[in-house]
């Protein structure tokens, strides 16, 4: 079915079906979806390259990628925060466009998908403290959602983000109350504004009850399995061992867990760990009792929301920009249990 077929059976002229499916504001709520009902309703998928022409737009969806942060893209989170937020970009019929670049070259590159009109906005990876992408990308007129926050930004900015320090206070506090006291933290790189919101809610938790953050017990590095096990074997070689872990991601947790066994010690009984982002769709997190207790939050989601988030932003450009605080669940799996009684 072409869209000349489609506005027939509607009995509206083929200019208004086309707005209407471009979302222009000037059709009225009502008319849009009936005609976005149609189109699903006979399958139909207008033709991109008309949708260019007409409408001067590239129907396409740019994620730069800088080399230093390699590690993302073969990250199973990554991957999840693509998957979802590629379902949002094919069932409006946009493409997306993956670039990866030499670090000093990441600011040339939003400025060439401006310039040449690649892409109609961009979704930005892994924020900084006071990270620069967001004003270079408010002077060149990019549409642009940020997955995660910047501290330190005064620019309004649209933003997709789990709620890091409350998940990291909330694991915390569970272990605290598992009579563990000396609680590691295996997290991210700090200069990373995820990893830092994690350790505040670590270090918020512990000083709430009196326990002063002991910085023997916090190790800060790439999310790898090889950098969670150097990080216990460390650790564990102390005279005062964790009886716990916080660890800012599977894998990590994966190799805190190596670590463990070398030592002969058992999880969840003679030392436990707590995990964050563990709904992955691709790496599960055992199968009907979870081996991690796990701070979760569904990565996939997030992708959907921001994808959605930033075609909004695109169709409705003078909107304020909208924000979304997800928060994560605790779940008990087999990897958490009393700390150890003294000997």
Same mark, same amino acid.
């Given at each position: 079915?072409?869209?000349?077929?489609?506005?027939?059976?509607?009995?509206?002229?083929?200019?208004?079906?086309?707005?209407?499916?471009?979302?222009?504001?000037?059709?009225?709520?009502?008319?849009?979806?009936?005609?976005?009902?149609?189109?699903?309703?006979?399958?139909?998928?207008?033709?991109?390259?008309?949708?260019?022409?007409?409408?001067?737009? +590239?129907?396409?969806?740019?994620?730069?990628?800088?080399?230093?942060?390699?590690?993302?893209?073969?990250?199973?989170?990554?991957?999840?925060?693509?998957?979802?937020?590629?379902?949002?970009?094919?069932?409006?019929?946009?493409?997306?466009?993956?670039?990866?670049?030499?670090?000093?070259?990441?600011?040339?590159?939003?400025?060439?998908?401006?310039?040449?009109?690649?892409?109609?906005?961009?979704?930005?990876?892994?924020?900084?403290?006071?990270?620069?992408?967001?004003?270079?990308?408010?002077?060149?007129?990019?549409?642009?959602?940020?997955?995660?926050?910047?501290?330190?930004?005064?620019?309004?900015?649209?933003?997709?983000?789990?709620?890091?320090?409350? +998940?990291?206070?909330?694991?915390?506090?569970?272990?605290?109350?598992?009579?563990?006291?000396?609680?590691?933290?295996?997290?991210?790189?700090?200069?990373?504004?995820?990893?830092?919101?994690?350790?505040?809610?670590?270090?918020?938790?512990?000083? +709430?009850?009196?326990?002063?953050?002991?910085?023997?017990?916090?190790?800060?590095?790439?999310?790898?399995?090889?950098?969670?096990?150097?990080?216990?074997?460390?650790?564990?070689?102390?005279?005062?061992?964790?009886?716990?872990?916080?660890?800012?991601?599977?894998?990590?947790?994966?190799?805190?867990?190596?670590?463990?066994?070398?030592?002969?010690?058992?999880?969840?009984?003679?030392?436990?760990?707590?995990?964050?982002?563990?709904?992955?769709?691709?790496?599960?997190?055992?199968?009907?009792?979870?081996?991690?207790?796990?701070?979760?939050?569904?990565?996939?989601?997030?992708?959907?929301?921001?994808?959605?988030?930033?075609?909004?932003?695109?169709?409705?450009?003078?909107?304020?920009?909208?924000?979304?605080?997800?928060?994560?669940?605790?779940?008990?799996?087999?990897?958490?249990?009393?700390?150890?009684?003294?000997?």
């Amino acid at each position: 079915m072409n869209l000349k077929e489609l506005a027939t059976k509607l009995g509206l002229s083929p200019t208004t079906v086309s707005r209407a499916l471009n979302d222009y504001p000037e059709v009225n709520e009502v008319t849009r979806q009936r005609v976005k009902a149609a189109a699903k309703r006979h399958n139909y998928h207008p033709n991109a390259r008309a949708i260019r022409l007409a409408t001067g737009r +590239a129907m396409a969806i740019g994620h730069v990628i800088p080399l230093a942060t390699r590690h993302e893209i073969v990250n199973p989170v990554f991957a999840d925060f693509i998957a979802g937020a590629g379902e949002v970009y094919s069932r409006n019929d946009h493409d997306m466009v993956l670039s990866v670049v030499p670090d000093d070259e990441e600011d040339a590159a939003y400025r060439a998908l401006r310039s040449k009109g690649n892409v109609d906005g961009v979704i930005v990876h892994g924020p900084r403290m006071e990270d620069h992408r967001i004003a270079l990308l408010h002077e060149i007129g990019l549409p642009f959602v940020v997955h995660g926050r910047a501290s330190g930004v005064t620019l309004p900015y649209p933003w997709v983000d789990v709620n890091n320090r409350r +998940a990291f206070h909330r694991a915390t506090d569970f272990l605290l109350d598992l009579g563990h006291r000396r609680i590691a933290l295996v997290n991210g790189l700090e200069f990373m504004d995820f990893a830092m919101r994690r350790r505040g809610g670590y270090v918020e938790a512990l000083t +709430a009850r009196g326990l002063p953050p002991d910085p023997a017990l916090m190790d800060s590095n790439e999310m790898t399995e090889v950098s969670g096990y150097r990080a216990a074997k460390r650790m564990l070689a102390s005279p005062t061992p964790p009886t716990a872990f916080l660890a800012s991601s599977m894998i990590s947790g994966m190799g805190i867990r190596r670590a463990l066994e070398e030592h002969g010690l058992k999880l969840g009984r003679d030392i436990s760990i707590i995990i964050h982002d563990d709904d992955l769709s691709y790496m599960k997190n055992g199968e009907d009792v979870p081996i991690f207790t796990a701070t979760r939050s569904s990565v996939r989601e997030a992708g959907r929301i921001a994808a959605d988030m930033l075609l909004g932003l695109i169709a409705h450009p003078q909107e304020v920009p909208p924000t979304r605080l997800l928060e994560a669940d605790l779940v008990i799996g087999q990897s958490t249990g009393p700390a150890p009684l003294a000997v």
